[in-house]
Structures are given as structure tokens and as C-alpha cells.
């Protein structure tokens, strides 16, 4: 496959900020399996316009960082009520001081990351003993199944299969970082679309990756179909866990 074209992020931030959302079973997830608490420090690498941080820090009064590349996206994540640190910076090096956190997560950020076992080394440098890691993240099976984007516009697929780490390979840079493996879960959220405009908007970067020709005509159909009814389907993704013993 041909070498996929860059995306600009920060020019992408106004759309994500308007169409992304917490995916109620992801967010389940980190709350009840990463254990977090009052007094839980809490990393979200990769936390774009900060949806899920924000949410954590609403929720349970944690202390807690987003850290970004793209200096728009923090923009966004700033103008949220809830106090988190927000900070510029990349997976690679996170630039945290070691033993710190009890949770380190990325949603849907991963295949983003150029160097994942560097992120893996970071995440084991900067969490505490007994501290969790999570990659939320799509399996081929996910990329595969999902509803709107592999439905009405099936050249993302191709797209997606070629950047999504394969859980495997995750698992595998994990152990060589020393973090413990725990499970993969598979977490599900049904969902209805009656609009098409975060679509319109490309809200969804792998939108940014196909023809222009491909995106219209997916559109197109997408739109004939909510002309007549609704979407209904479900929202899929996979939490990969670890966790740095001791």
C-alpha cells in the first residue's frame, strides 16, 4: 500500500471537538478496571480535544494530565471546566517523572504513535508498582465490522488495516517493557446516527485518508440512507491492559 498522506490535527481539532464522544463502555472501563479513585493520578497520552480525562476528573475528582502533539487540540481540551494539566508532547517521551501515575492510557490512539514500544517503555518508567496501562484500541475484527465507516465507506478498511498495530504486536511490546499482561477486553456500545455531518466534517481521520472521490460517494450513500431512517449498530473497541509489578 502506497504511503498514507499526513493529517493535519491541528486543523482537524474544531471537528473532533464538535463530533467526538466518550464511548460510555470504554469509559467503564478505565474507571472500574484502572481503579481510579479521589486520589488517583491519571495520564491520558494522546488525549486530543480531552473528552476522556475530563470525564474521569468529573467523575471521580482524580488529579490528572492530557498530553497532545497538536497544540489546537489542547486548545479545545482547555476550555473544559474540569482542571486537568494539559501538556504538549508526544507517547514516545512523555516527559513525566518515573513512578508517578496509576493509570496511563491512550483511546484510539496507538496506530497514531511511530514508535509503540517506546510508548510502552515510557508508560513502565512513569507508573507507579502495581500502576495500569491501557490501549484502547480496534482489532482487524473491529475495523472490519464497523457499521458506517467500513459500511459506506469500505476503502477506510484497506486504510485502517494498514495503520492499526495488531493486539498481538501490542501484547508483545508490552512484555518487553516489563508490564504484566492482563486481558483484552472487548468492550460494546449500541449507537443510532441520524445526522451525517460528523462524516461531512471528517471527524474520523481515516476519512482524511481516502479519495476525495471515495469520501463523496460514501456520503452520498449515507445520506440517501438516513433520509429514510436512522443507523443502528455498535460501537466496538478493545482495551488492552497491562500492569508494572511490584
Known amino acids: 500500500m502506497a504511503q498514507l498522506p499526513a493529517i493535519d490535527y ?21 474507571c472500574e478496571r484502572g481503579r481510579v479513585r479521589s486520589k488517583s493520578k491519571v495520564l491520558e497520552v494522546g488525549c486530543g ?19 497532545d502533539p497538536f497544540a489546537e487540540m489542547l486548545a479545545h481540551a482547555g476550555a473544559r471546566p474540569e482542571r486537568v494539566g494539559w501538556q504538549l508532547g508526544r507517547a514516545e517521551q512523555m516527559g513525566f517523572a518515573a513512578d508517578g501515575l496509576n493509570l496511563v492510557f491512550s483511546v484510539d490512539v496507538i496506530h497514531h504513535v511511530s ?7 515510557e508508560a513502565a518508567r512513569i507508573l507507579q508498582p502495581g500502576g495500569y496501562v491501557c490501549a484502547v484500541t480496534d482489532s482487524e475484527e473491529i475495523i472490519r465490522r464497523r457499521e458506517v465507516l467500513s459500511g459506506y465507506f469500505p476503502e477506510t478498511v484497506e ?42 466534517d471528517k471527524a474520523f481521520s481515516s476519512l482524511h485518508l481516502i479519495s476525495e472521490e471515495a469520501w463523496r460517494a460514501g456520503l452520498e ?16 473497541y478493545a482495551c488492552l491492559w497491562g500492569r508494572k509489578e511490584g
Open 49 to 67: 480535544t480531552g473528552n476522556y480525562v475530563s470525564a474521569l476528573v468529573g467523575y471521580t475528582g482524580c488529579r490528572a494530565w492530557g498530553l
Open 159 to 200: 486504510v485502517e488495516l494498514a495503520r492499526y498495530p495488531r493486539l498481538t504486536d501490542l501484547e508483545k511490546w508490552m512484555a518487553e517493557a516489563g508490564l504484566a499482561g492482563l486481558d483484552t477486553i472487548l468492550v460494546e456500545e449500541p449507537f443510532e446516527i441520524s445526522s451525517a455531518q460528523p462524516y461531512r
Open 10 to 30: 491541528n486543523q482537524a481539532a474544531g471537528s473532533y471537538a464538535a463530533h467526538r464522544r466518550v464511548h460510555p463502555g470504554v469509559f467503564r472501563e478505565l
Open 221 to 236: 450513500r449515507l445520506e440517501q440512507s438516513l433520509a429514510r431512517e436512522p443507523i443502528r449498530g455498535k460501537m466496538r
Open 115 to 121: 514508535d509503540k514500544a517506546a510508548f510502552y517503555r
